[in-house]
């Protein structure tokens, strides 16, 4: 023991530690730059240089079953987005535009750190991506996106009237640079696709219509976006891009999947009579979107679609309703009624309200109105009109009593 003790202190001497008097040596943290996981090149700005990784897909690519390109023309869409003049702009003239934040809240203090954009030019869909190494190259970020939306008369966005455009505004304000979108219109998809589809799929965030409506399904290179704030803020601390990957695909993807979304409505709605509609909500919703852009005739024609007429559905329902309002707009009691009777059949209290109210103003057949009036107070399930339907009752009452 005591030769021991004695190797023990002149080690010590040399220099030598043991056990817990060994310090831990520190991992060095490796440093991986995008260029070397990300095939991209340098944007040249005369703000210096930003790194973007170009895509590039063929006009005839299919996104799921979706085209890239519109087949067919885009008028209701941008009537949709009061914008009728685009629909005679070619679609080179649209750009399709997503971003990569570093929060999901918005406001000053938030920079999109990735901004993918694409274009038809040519015989191809370019996709450019426009990502900062580090903030000192926003100025040179925002002058390159400029140059790749010179000439473009719109941009196409998801939720971008909301987050998207807002962020890119305030960025270019803040760094005084002129705003190339302050000259365009914009076509927010977002919106017009809860119109759509919201009745039958609930959920419309542009994931769930990939898989639902354009058949197309992420791989696993792809990241939730609520980690995307995270791997980018891990980036600038410890400059390692193994994850930024990642949020290339997952960028991209986003821009990708705004064509064909756009392509997809345009051919829906410039048709939507077709064979191609089978669901009785999608057919009932665009119904009303017509409706609301003054398309009466192909709205009472979807409202008459079989798909419709042929079930019990409160599709069916709301169709028989929506048919009706439309006729009685233009005093067209003829087609009015039977459709009021129809929907009455099938338990609508609306429609016995109507047919309540034609009988007693338009024919003066008070009794039977009275007896519309009677059924609705003793049998309806929404006590919302019972106040009125008392008040109607009571003036019927006196009105079909014998003088």
């Known amino acids: ?34 260029e070397s996981l990300v095939d991209g090149h340098e944007f040249d700005t005369i703000f210096g240089k930003i790194f973007s990784s170009t895509r590039n897909y063929s006009k005839n690519h299919k996104h799921g079953v979706a085209p890239l390109k519109p087949f067919s023309r885009y008028q209701v869409l941008c009537d949709w987005a009061q914008a009728g003049h685009l629909a005679d702009v070619d679609i ?40 900062l190494r580090n903030p000192s190259e926003e100025k040179a970020q925002l002058t390159a996106l400029t140059q790749f939306v010179d000439g473009a008369k719109a941009v196409v966005s998801y ?59 992420r791989t696993d290179e792809d990241i939730p976006g609520y ?7 891990n980036y600038i601390v410890d400059e390692d891009a193994s994850h930024i990957a990642k949020i290339f695909y997952h960028n991209e993807i986003d821009v990708v999947s705004l064509s064909a979304l756009f392509s997809t409505l345009a051919a829906i709605l410039e048709n939507p009579t077709s ?13 009303r979107l017509m409706e609301s852009l003054d398309r009466e005739v192909l709205a009472e024609r979807l409202y008459a679609s079989a798909h419709l007429s042929g079930s019990q559905s409160a599709e069916t329902v709301l169709s028989l309703l929506s048919s009706s309002r ?11 009624v039977p459709l009021w009777q129809q929907a009455f059949e099938l338990g609508s209290e609306e429609a016995g309200l109507e047919l309540a109210k034609y009988y007693e103003h338009v024919e ?36 079909n009593t014998p003088k």
């Open 1 to 34: 023991m005591d030769n021991w003790n004695d190797l023990s202190e002149q080690l010590k001497k040399l220099g030598v530690r043991f056990g817990k008097d060994k310090p831990l040596l520190a991992t060095a943290k490796k440093k991986i730059p995008i």
């Open 92 to 131: 080179e003239d649209f750009v399709f535009l997503d971003t990569e934040t570093t929060g999901l809240s918005g406001g000053t203090g938030t920079i999109p750190f990735m901004i993918g954009a694409a274009r038809f030019i040519g015989d191809n869909f370019v996709l450019e991506q426009l990502f």
């Open 159 to 217: 939720n971008g009237k909301s987050f998207d455009l807002p962020i890119i505004n305030t960025r270019y304000i803040l760094n005084r640079l002129g705003n190339p979108f302050d000259r365009i219109d914009h076509i927010d998809l977002l919106h017009i696709t809860r119109r759509v589809w919201k009745r039958r799929l609930k959920q419309c965030n542009l994931g769930n219509i990939e898989k639902e409506i354009l058949e197309f399904y």
């Open 227 to 233: 980690l995307v704030p995270e791997f980018y803020r």
């Open 275 to 287: 064979d191609k509609l089978s669901h009785a909500e999608d057919i009932y919703s665009i119904g």
């Open 326 to 336: 439309i006729f009685k707009r233009k005093q067209d009691y003829g087609k009015a």
């Open 364 to 399: 003066k057949d008070y009794s039977k109105a009275l007896e519309y009036t009677d059924f609705l107070l003793n049998n309806m399930a929404d006590h919302k009109n019972e106040t009125d339907l008392a008040h109607r009752r009571r003036r019927l009452l006196k009105k």
